[in-house]
């Protein structure tokens, strides 16, 4: 909620409230209350806004978690075979 009060300031700070489609950021389980504060804040202003629908994973963070468990599993294997 922190996060999001800091970005909500910046964003009217700006004037750009109105003008934000999406917001790109990692997977970390603290911007899940970030984006749902930010929705809440937005509809507070009367601005439509959908916390999943606008929360774009970074695909780069994306593949390296999907690479560290492809190695985990192939490892797995390596050992019990």
């Known amino acids: ?17 109105e003008s934000i489609l999406a917001i790109m950021m990692d997977n970390a389980y603290n911007n899940d209350t970030l984006m749902s504060s930010l929705e809440e ?10 916390a999943k629908i606008s929360w774009l994973r970074c695909m780069p963070h994306t593949i390296h ?15 019990t075979n």
Request: charged share 15%.
């Open 1 to 17: 909620e922190n996060l999001a009060d800091a970005v909500w300031n910046a964003m009217e700070l700006y004037g750009i409230q």
């Open 41 to 50: 804040h937005c509809h507070d202003a009367g601005i439509e806004f959908d």
């Open 65 to 79: 978690l999907a690479a560290i468990k492809v190695f985990s599993c192939q490892s797995l294997l390596n050992v």
